[in-house]
């Protein structure tokens, strides 16, 4: 390499690095403001997701020890002073305080379960298993809004649909429709949306039913 080529070079790199320089001056600050902004995100997220934990935590405790106090009024009052922080955990409370209420008040239980299925933005999920845990502790008196109500639980790809179709057998039961309720329960045995236990579960029930057992919807288990 002559040496006017290698003075070029040198000429070359010493124009990149002033380029480079003034580049870093003009426009370096970009890069600050990212890093801190990646930095200040992560830090955000971390104390967050640690903020969030916390709470759960303490909602966990305050429910265990509610649930814990032998008395039923105590447990109740205890459930009541529990403060949810989200809206998840709200739903939840009012479920476990529908399941306690259940062992000394069915029927006060099944309309706290109603009650909550109305809210409004309530997931369809939790609202079908209001709906279905509510008639399962207290059946509601009109005829015509049990089979709506049961209709709409039982529809394809509603989250309960296989209990609910058990439990339009069983109402075939309660009006004596007993061919009627096999006939359901026979055909409800080979869907897929039957669990195991419930699969086991209806073939007792039809066995039973064809051994001349006389079974009401108020008496056959449920899950």
Avoid: C
């Amino acid at each position: 390499m002559s040496q006017s080529d290698s003075f070029i070079d040198e000429v070359t790199e010493e124009l990149r690095r002033d380029q480079l320089f003034r580049a870093l001056k003009r426009w370096g600050w970009i890069g600050v403001l990212a890093v801190v902004a990646l930095v200040g995100a992560a830090t955000y997220r971390e104390i967050s997701t640690n903020r969030d934990l916390a709470a759960a935590r303490d909602f966990g405790d305050a429910v265990i020890a509610a649930l814990d106090l032998p008395d039923a009024e105590a447990r109740a009052a205890a459930l009541a002073e529990i403060t949810p922080s989200r809206s998840n955990q709200e739903v939840l409370l009012a479920f476990i305080r529908a399941s306690d209420l259940s062992e000394s008040d069915p029927v006060a239980a099944a309309a706290a379960l109603r009650a909550i299925a109305d809210a409004p933005d309530l997931l369809p999920r939790y609202r079908d298993l209001a709906l279905l845990r509510a008639h399962i502790l207290a059946p509601l008196e009109d005829q015509g809004l049990v089979d709506a109500t049961l209709a709409r639980l039982a529809e394809d790809g509603a989250p309960f649909a296989g209990i609910a179709r058990e439990m339009q057998a069983l109402e075939l039961l309660k009006v004596g429709d007993k061919e009627g309720a096999i006939a359901a329960l026979e055909a409800l045995s080979e869907q897929s949306v039957v669990t195991l236990s419930q699969r086991q579960r209806i073939s007792a029930l039809i066995f039973a039913l064809q051994s001349g057992a006389t079974i009401t919807g108020q008496n056959a288990s449920s899950e």
